[in-house]
């Protein structure tokens, strides 16, 4: 991946909140192996059904991970945080199991500025997936990777637009709860903001 690179090939890298292997599967041509771990079996058994073989899975808790500090080159996140109850947790678990001068990646949806405006959209979000808890805005997400003393070494906002009922029909939304979500929508197709973040932890 262009923003972690340059990557030897050689590294190991850490997949947090692996779901269906997405991130794995991104970064398994370019490192020795990838590491996923995910609560959902699941979505542990997508991800190892369409894995190269440079990919494990296991199941685990990613606020308190079972590796011991320093042993991944890279430890990662994608669109994790917004799942979880604690993300502080999370991105002090990446700091902890990356090596020094290792590299912790953290890729989400960002929430607004306004926090009155992301109040609305983590409803709309919420209902539509249960699992939701809230979106962090870039200065959050930053303050986390500081307070983990992570020197941000690259951190890009790409927008995305999302086509509505294309993602009702991911989430498997049908009949009145479909008609509830559309409702509270920002619109048919509408703009998501991701945040890119690419962190060194301090030595190495």
Do not use: K
């Amino acid at each position: 991946m262009r923003l972690l690179s340059p990557l030897t090939g050689d590294e190991r890298v850490l997949d947090a909140g692996c779901g269906a292997g997405a991130l794995a599967q991104a970064l398994a041509p370019h490192v020795r192996e990838v590491v996923g771990v995910d609560q959902d079996e699941a979505l542990l058994a997508a991800a190892r059904a369409g894995s190269p073989a440079n990919c494990v899975f296991e199941a685990g808790d990613i606020t308190h991970l079972s590796f011991r500090f320093g042993e991944f080159d890279v430890a990662g996140c994608l669109r994790v945080l917004h799942h979880v109850r604690r993300p502080e947790l999370v991105v002090s678990e990446l700091a902890r199991v990356a090596r020094p001068g290792g590299l912790v990646l953290v890729v989400d949806q960002l929430g607004d500025v306004d926090p009155l405006v992301s109040i609305e959209i983590d409803r709309f979000e919420r209902e539509r997936d249960p699992s939701h808890t809230r979106l962090l805005a870039d200065a959050d997400i930053r303050y986390l990777l500081d307070a983990n003393n992570l020197v941000v070494r690259v951190a890009e906002v790409a927008t995305e637009m999302r086509d509505l009922e294309q993602f009702l029909d991911i989430a498997g939304l049908e009949g009145e709860h479909r008609e509830r979500v559309r409702r509270m929508a920002p619109g048919p197709v509408y703009p998501i903001e991701v945040g890119w973040y690419v962190a060194r932890v301090p030595g190495g």
